[in-house]
């Protein structure tokens, strides 16, 4: 057994991944350990936030690993929020200080990590259920600004 480095480690998750759907952390690491390969689950929990691999409702309803395609090219974290707001986020609603996005079953917490990568301003933090998005904005600018600017870059 060898102990690989990050990215090397990384590069093999990432071909994990692509090559298979992959439901948990235990089989990645019962995967790289048939290759030879020796990490915890801890180490691949941090290497899947790394390659900002998420969960994905995959044909059949199962969920699965997947790393966005944003992690393969260069593209900003800007422009993947544009890209998975226009492809996820299927209404925009506000009150106060709070934004809601409905996504389709399975699909919120991309936004939700778009949005953690992003840095959108004046969004504190959010919490992603299953289809449901929670954004809770800076109080001196508001859930109406916010959401007007989120439902912009969906094209609602």
């Not at 990384?10 to 690491?29: D, T």
């Given at each position: ?9 990384q590069h093999r998750i ?143």
């Amino acid at each position: 057994m060898a102990t690989l480095g990050k990215p090397q480690r990384q590069h093999r998750i990432a071909r994990l991944l692509e090559e298979q759907a992959i439901s948990s952390q235990g089989q990645i690491v019962e995967m790289l350990a048939s290759e030879g390969v020796v990490a915890t689950q801890a180490t691949v929990s941090r290497d899947l936030e790394d390659l900002g691999a998420v969960k994905v409702r995959i044909p059949g309803g199962a969920m699965a690993y997947a790393v966005p395609e944003h992690s393969k090219d260069a593209t900003s974290p800007d422009d993947f929020l544009r890209r998975v707001m226009g492809e996820f986020v299927v209404d925009v609603a506000h009150s106060g200080n709070l934004v809601v996005l409905r996504t389709p079953p399975g699909s919120a917490h991309v936004i939700g990590s778009a949005l953690d990568r992003a840095g959108y301003p004046d969004v504190l933090g959010n919490v992603a259920g299953d289809d449901t998005l929670i954004l809770i904005c800076a109080e001196h600018v508001g859930g109406a600004d916010v959401a007007a600017r989120l439902a912009g870059l969906a094209g609602l």
